[in-house]
C-alpha cells in the first residue's frame, strides 16, 4: 500500500511570498489532516477534512492559511503571506473512515521563511 | 482542551540500557494514547497506540507502553535499547474527533 505523498519536500521563500504545499493521502483514507511542525516541537494539528469537508480548523490562522480539499482526494495547503515564524515542516496525515484513530503520516515538506 | 506533557526533552542513554519516557496528558474525557517515532531523515511512524481494554501496550521493536488512568500518564518503556533506537519520540493524545495533540518531543541519543 503506497504511503501519504507530500510536495515538494524542501521549500525555500522569503518573507511575504506566498507558497502552496500538496498533499496525496492513503487511497480510500477520507480523512485527512495538515499539521505544523516548528523545530523543537511537536506536530500541531491545522486544518482536518473529513472528504471534502472541514473538521476542524480552529488552529488554522486563517488570515494567511487556507486549505482545500475540492474532490475529496488530494489536498492544498497555501500560505500568503509567508511570515518568518511560518518556518517549519508541514506534515499531511490520513486515516480510513473506520479507523480514524490511527493517522499515517507523509514525510512533510519543510519551508524555510528568509 | 487536550494536552501532552513530556518529561524528559533530550535523554542519552548506552547500549542495553533500560529505557522509560514519561508521558502525561490532561482531557476530561475518554482519549486514544499513542507514541509516534521518528528516526533521522525518515516520517513519523506509530510505534504503539492504546484505545482500551489492557492498559499494557506492546508496540513494534520492543516497545511497550502503560495507561495509568489514575496518574493521567503513557509512559513508553523498553527494557534494553539499541543504538538503531537513537530518534525523537511523541507522545500524543486523541480525545473524541479531535485530530491528534502531540508533546514536545523526547529526543533519545542511544550511545554505541
Known amino acids: 500500500e503506497a504511503g501519504v505523498a507530500q510536495s515538494p519536500r524542501y521549500k525555500i521563500i522569503e518573507k511575504r511570498q506566498s507558497v502552496a504545499f500538496w498533499c496525496n493521502p492513503i487511497s480510500g483514507h477520507a480523512t485527512l489532516y495538515w499539521y505544523q511542525q516548528i523545530l523543537g516541537q511537536g506536530p500541531k494539528l491545522l486544518i482536518q477534512?473529513?472528504?471534502?469537508?472541514?473538521?476542524?480548523d480552529s488552529q488554522l490562522p486563517k488570515d494567511r492559511f487556507s486549505a482545500e480539499r475540492l474532490k475529496g482526494v488530494d489536498s492544498t495547503l497555501k500560505i500568503q503571506p509567508a511570515k518568518l515564524e511560518d518556518s517549519a515542516v508541514y506534515l499531511c496525515a490520513s486515516s480510513s473512515w473506520d479507523s480514524q484513530e490511527t493517522q499515517y503520516f507523509g514525510p512533510g515538506t519543510r519551508l524555510l521563511v528568509l | 482542551a487536550q494536552s501532552v506533557s513530556q518529561h524528559n526533552h533530550h535523554v542519552i542513554l548506552s547500549e542495553a540500557a533500560s529505557l522509560e519516557l514519561g508521558c502525561n496528558y490532561s482531557y476530561g474525557g475518554t482519549v486514544n494514547l499513542f507514541w509516534y517515532v521518528q528516526y533521522p531523515g525518515q516520517h513519523l511512524q506509530l510505534l504503539l497506540k492504546?484505545?482500551?481494554?489492557?492498559?499494557l501496550v506492546k508496540g513494534i521493536k520492543g516497545f511497550e507502553a502503560e495507561f495509568i488512568k489514575s496518574k493521567f500518564s503513557f509512559n513508553l518503556r523498553k527494557p534494553s535499547v539499541q543504538w538503531s533506537d537513537t530518534a525523537e519520540y511523541f507522545c500524543a493524545v486523541r480525545g473524541g474527533a479531535d485530530g491528534l495533540t502531540f508533546g514536545k518531543g523526547t529526543h533519545l541519543i542511544i550511545q554505541p
Open positions: 477534512f473529513q472528504n471534502n469537508g472541514v473538521v476542524d
Open positions: 492504546y484505545f482500551s481494554g489492557d492498559p
